[in-house]
């Protein structure tokens, strides 16, 4: 189950009830991958960002979600970024291959805006943005062609994404 099930027994409980069948709850607490948490001090976000990218094997920390207070803050980011060295050459050739078989998808709305900003590594997501847009930036975070999603906390509720990093501003 997912983590945002805040009683598992009752669930269990109710899943029996409702449909007649024996359900047996079990819980771990073992962890696949240990979580770390890292403290950055005097360092601006786009920098660290850069950081984060850069190097490959365990010196790379992405792809990483990076979640902000508001759709504002997602956008102004996001803007801050679509200039810096994220992705390599084949990476770029990659997503413009992906996005070229998609410009439907991205004619309309913040499409355009959208794609500009995944053709250089980055994507938005929150709930403002279309359900297709939402789509195509989390295929290429699930690819690991963009290495950085600025999302709100909705991103959070329900949708399973390989991030490697996640990063609170």
Not at 110 to 138: S, W, Y
Request: hydrophobic letters at 40%; aromatic letters at 6%; charged letters at 25%.
């Amino acid at each position: 189950l997912s983590a945002t099930v805040g009683n598992p027994y009752d669930f269990a409980d109710w899943l029996k009830n409702k449909h007649g069948r024996r359900v047996q709850t079990v819980i771990s607490h073992e962890r696949r991958v240990p979580l770390e948490y890292h403290w950055v001090e005097d360092k601006l976000l786009p920098e660290l960002l850069v950081q984060m990218a850069d190097g490959s094997g365990d010196d790379n920390h992405t792809p990483a979600l990076v979640f902000s207070f508001n759709r504002d803050e997602c956008w102004d980011l996001a803007e801050k970024l679509k200039g810096l060295p994220l992705v390599s050459k084949a990476q770029k050739a990659e997503l413009d291959e992906y996005l070229s078989d998609r410009n439907d998808d991205l004619a309309e709305g913040v499409g355009p805006k959208l794609r500009q900003m995944l053709l250089r590594g980055v994507g938005v997501h929150h709930a403002g943005v279309l359900p297709r847009h939402k789509i195509v930036v989390e295929e290429l975070f699930s690819r690991k062609l963009v290495p950085f999603v600025c999302c709100t906390e909705t991103l959070a509720a329900g949708i399973n994404l390989p991030a490697r990093s996640c990063v609170l501003a």
